[in-house]
């Protein structure tokens, strides 16, 4: 069986997939709670690169999640380059989470999503990403695995990935979720 890593001369013909995030908006998680909480989701598992802008992004989410109804399942983190991103999926999956999050770059998000589609109960269309991720070098980076996946932009619209396609909505945030 092949390795789900994601090859380096993959990641080289998408040179923006590993830039540094930019840091999260107020307007990015208003919009990511309220895409929570209109998906039905009580439980989540949080995943994070070890970029601060992204540790920062998925700290302030988990106590805002955490101080409201929900509950956080799990964090996990990873490192930029790794030999797997088995164990960070495996624990993201672990607790059955209504849904995932993932704050990170779209290279680190595309390691971790080649493990995460042979995850009992995983699903991208449950799985949200900050606004960092709304990138076709993650289309590039992983096909159609993460078909379904969406996320807040950084002005509080919303992402989505399609077939092989990204779609964005940075339009003002109406007062419906």
Known sequence: MASPR?????????PGAGRPPRPHTA?????????LHTAGAASIA????????????????????A?????????ASWPATA???????????????????????PAGCAQLAMRL???PGWAPARTFGFASLA????????????????GPTASGGIWRIGRGLLIRNDGAPSAAP
């Not at 994601?6 to 998408?14: E, F, K, M, S, V």
């Not at 960070?88 to 672990?94: E, F, G, M, Q, T």
């Open 46 to 65: 949080i995943g994070h690169g070890r970029h601060p802008a992204s540790a920062a992004a998925a700290r302030v989410l988990a106590a805002a999640w």
């Open 6 to 14: 994601i090859p380096d001369a993959a990641l080289a013909r998408c």
């Open 117 to 119: 589609t042979g995850q």
């Open 83 to 105: 030999a797997s991103w088995l164990r960070p999926a495996r624990r993201l999956a672990a607790g059955r989470p209504d849904a995932w999050v993932i704050a990170d770059t």
């Open 135 to 150: 990138s076709p070098d993650l289309i590039t980076l992983t096909g159609t695995a993460l078909t379904g996946m969406t």
């Open 27 to 35: 307007a990015e998680l208003a919009r990511l709670l309220r895409m």
């Open 67 to 75: 101080g409201g109804p929900g509950t956080v399942l799990a964090t």
